[in-house]
């Protein structure tokens, strides 16, 4: 008995009349389907007029019309009674063999619990024995092609699991059909040499990373369409197409687009040549895809699948159709609530209620997946002790999370950018899987996270960064940029040239959940009112000075007196001819000599022309902080001290107890 995969690329998704005859002319009197053909009724039908018998084993969903073949098996059938309706594809293949062999053949339960967890079907009744048993059996398997996917992959067989299948054996198998043919497969599977097993096994590793680098590509491009098409206004079902996108993968694209955006979502790769779309689909709880896709058939010639995917193709000239009619149905099913995901906690913990013999314990109930997840644990408001970006691309995060008393290690893949949206301090809850890592024989737990959520609000320092280009990257796209003068504005313009910039005193400070305070207030009071106008809970700190005062300080009251009596002892002073040799004699900076002669000014102690500073004999006694420029230099070391030079907590209080603060009436906003 021979087998025949067909090439996604030329014969497209489940049943091809063309094939069938390529099969028929090359001697095949009997076919099977596996996985397939329960929609093919024009292409069985034509495989009937060869002259060939037709058996179709199949778990997909059934239209209102059988194919005509000589048999249909499946699990569901209208006409059958088989107790357990959710075989997977090679269930369903793997009974059949059962029936002509007349026992069933357990040997191959390893390939039966490979294709189960693959199909993502629920792990219940028949499918838990299934994957159950053949788990058991792979880890002790003697196959060439399992020993060399697991010898490749960096596995040991022995401790093979439901998620070494689904992440390591799964995609490696998958992935010469996504790109091409997909024969080597099932020859790697049905090999008997270790060595042309390991050069197989190779070959498709290779093709695996050559598949993952394809789907980043597509993804990103799927991304940014729907970005540049739709913004904030995400539509209930994505329809994405593409020129010459590989459909081979589009399918694991869906899923993240899906994961994404939390919508059903259908990726089409478009061929001009031929004017045909062909794609994929994933879905969301509350929206079946195969139901609502089949109110479609008059566009959608082919399709197949169930509830939570599909496979399809249709004429490029009815994309824009399909798209429109998919989110015109999506309304009457789909609405705010059921478009938000909910993640559901198991397991509360506290930090010093995990231990290993309890995460061992867990093994016993395994294997987890669709029906039967794993049980998604809890823990809150612990305080992050490191954060850091793990992994070559740096694309993955591990943070140290805990307290005093108690710590733990949590790995989140694909979230290395949130290690740049997380502030040096403050609480994360964290949800997800509790495991154990082994080190030189040392166990630890550790929890692979599955979501993290900060109930604070956030303060981000960059206040030692003097190059915007250092700290740009990591601000929100749509994070307000707040100036406080005029002179900022011109010292940024040439890093902003396309990003606004709003000016207090000149523009409207709006309500946004990110700021960035380019430079630092002239007053406190500023402060306030923009925290009040924002509402911001993600604040960035630059807090450029041009002219800073901190170090430079203010004289003091004896330098005062003592440049008081200098110029009533002399009457006339020449700045201009007279500072150098002053500023020597006492040490002082020319610009501190300045300073109090320009404040000496503002009181009407003295007149000043032409730099010559005149004492005037009928000065009174006033207070230095009624002149303008000591109360600005004042206001400005005290912001700079508050501000600009202290330590991250004590800025974090500050800003604390400004959130606090009453909400300003909105005229002030503009000042």
């Known amino acids: 008995m021979n087998f025949a995969i067909p090439n996604r690329f030329e014969h497209g998704y489940g049943p091809n009349s063309d094939y069938f005859e390529q099969l028929h002319t090359e001697g095949t009197e009997v076919l099977i389907t596996v996985d397939n053909g329960i929609s093919g009724i024009e292409q069985v039908a034509f495989a009937k007029t060869l002259g060939m018998t037709v058996i179709v084993t199949d778990h997909h969903e059934m239209g209102d019309v059988l194919p005509a073949a000589d048999a249909v098996i499946h699990p569901r059938h209208p006409e059958g009674n088989y107790p357990f309706g959710e075989l997977a594809g090679v269930g369903v293949a793997f009974k059949l063999a059962s029936a002509l062999l007349g026992e069933p053949p357990l040997d191959l339960l390893e390939f039966v619990a490979i294709g189960t967890i693959a199909d993502l079907v629920p792990l219940e009744d028949e499918n838990r024995y299934a994957v159950k048993e053949g788990i058991r059996r792979l880890r002790r398997s003697k196959r060439p092609g399992i020993r060399a996917l697991m010898q490749v992959s960096g596995h040991e067989l022995a401790a093979l699991s439901e998620e070494t299948i689904g992440f390591t054996i799964g995609p490696r198998l998958n992935a010469p059909g996504r790109l091409g043919d997909a024969d080597s497969a099932v020859d790697l599977l049905k090999s008997e040499d270790e060595q042309q097993a390991l050069g197989i096994a190779e070959e498709l590793n290779d093709l695996n990373k050559d598949r993952q680098q394809l789907v980043k590509e597509i993804a990103k491009e799927a991304e940014e369409q729907v970005e540049n098409r739709y913004g904030d206004q995400i539509p209930y079902v994505l329809v994405v197409e593409g020129e010459g996108w590989n459909?081979?993968?589009?399918?694991?694209?869906?899923?993240?687009?899906?994961?994404?955006?939390?919508?059903?979502?259908?990726?089409?790769?478009?061929?001009?040549?031929?004017?045909?779309?062909?794609?994929?689909?994933?879905?969301?709880?509350?929206?079946?895809?195969?139901?609502?896709?089949?109110?479609?058939?008059?566009?959608?010639?082919?399709?197949?699948?169930?509830?939570?995917?599909?496979?399809?193709?249709?004429?490029?000239?009815?994309?824009?159709?399909?798209?429109?009619?998919?989110?015109?149905?999506?309304?009457?099913?789909?609405?705010?609530?059921?478009?938000?995901?909910?993640?559901?906690?198991?397991?509360?913990?506290?930090?010093?209620?995990?231990?290993?013999?309890?995460?061992?314990?867990?093994?016993?109930?395994?294997?987890?997946?669709?029906?039967?997840?794993?049980?998604?644990?809890?823990?809150?408001?612990?305080?992050?002790?490191?954060?850091?970006?793990?992994?070559?691309?740096?694309?993955?995060?591990?943070?140290?999370?805990?307290?005093?008393?108690?710590?733990?290690?949590?790995?989140?893949?694909?979230?290395?950018?949130?290690?740049?949206?997380?502030?040096?301090?403050?609480?994360?809850?964290?949800?997800?899987?509790?495991?154990?890592?082994?080190?030189?024989?040392?166990?630890?737990?550790?929890?692979?996270?599955?979501?993290?959520?900060?109930?604070?609000?956030?303060?981000?320092?960059?206040?030692?960064?003097?190059?915007?280009?250092?700290?740009?990257?990591?601000?929100?796209?749509?994070?307000?940029?707040?100036a406080f003068s005029e002179p900022s504005i011109q010292h940024f313009a040439p890093f902003f040239k396309d990003t606004p910039i709003t000016l207090m005193g000149r523009d409207a400070i709006y309500p946004s959940s990110s700021i960035v305070l380019l430079d630092l207030p002239k007053q406190e009071e500023q402060l306030k009112q923009v925290m009040a106008a924002t509402m911001a809970d993600r604040v960035y700190l630059h807090l450029y000075v041009h002219d800073s005062m901190y170090f430079e300080k203010m004289p003091d009251r004896q330098q005062f007196g003592w440049y008081y009596s200098f110029l009533k002892k002399r009457q006339i002073f020449d700045l201009h001819q007279q500072i150098e040799m002053l500023s020597k004699h006492k040490g002082w900076k020319k610009d501190m000599i300045k300073f109090m002669t320009k404040v000496f000014y503002e009181l009407e102690f003295v007149t000043l022309e032409n730099g010559k500073v005149t004492m005037l004999d009928s000065a009174g006694k006033r207070d230095l902080a009624e002149a303008p420029s000591y109360k600005k230099r004042q206001q400005q070391i005290k912001l700079e001290e508050l501000l600009l030079y202290a330590p991250y907590q004590d800025l974090k209080n500050v800003f604390d107890s400004l959130r606090e603060m009453p909400a300003v009436e909105e005229e002030k906003l503009w000042t």
């Open 247 to 482: 459909p081979g993968v589009v399918g694991i694209v869906s899923s993240r687009l899906t994961e994404k955006y939390y919508r059903p979502s259908i990726i089409l790769s478009l061929d001009h040549e031929t004017g045909i779309a062909k794609g994929s689909a994933r879905s969301i709880e509350g929206f079946d895809l195969y139901k609502e896709l089949s109110k479609n058939t008059s566009i959608l010639p082919h399709f197949g699948g169930h509830a939570m995917a599909a496979g399809m193709s249709l004429k490029i000239e009815d994309v824009d159709l399909l798209r429109a009619n998919l989110n015109e149905q999506a309304k009457e099913v789909l609405n705010e609530e059921t478009l938000q995901p909910v993640l559901s906690i198991d397991v509360p913990l506290a930090l010093d209620e995990i231990d290993i013999a309890s995460i061992e314990a867990l093994e016993q109930i395994r294997p987890f997946g669709v029906g039967f997840p794993k049980p998604v644990f809890l823990l809150e408001q612990l305080d992050r002790l490191s954060v850091r970006k793990i992994g070559a691309a740096k694309d993955h995060l591990k943070l140290e999370m805990g307290d005093r008393d108690e710590r733990i290690d949590a790995i989140y893949f694909g979230a290395g950018a949130l290690a740049d949206e997380m502030a040096p301090q403050g609480k994360l809850s964290l949800t997800g899987d509790l495991q154990i890592n082994e080190w030189n024989g040392r166990k630890k737990a550790q929890m692979l996270v599955e979501d993290i959520k900060c109930d604070e609000w956030q303060l981000f320092d960059y206040r030692g960064v003097r190059e915007p280009a250092r700290w740009l990257p990591m601000i929100p796209d749509k994070a307000q940029f707040i």
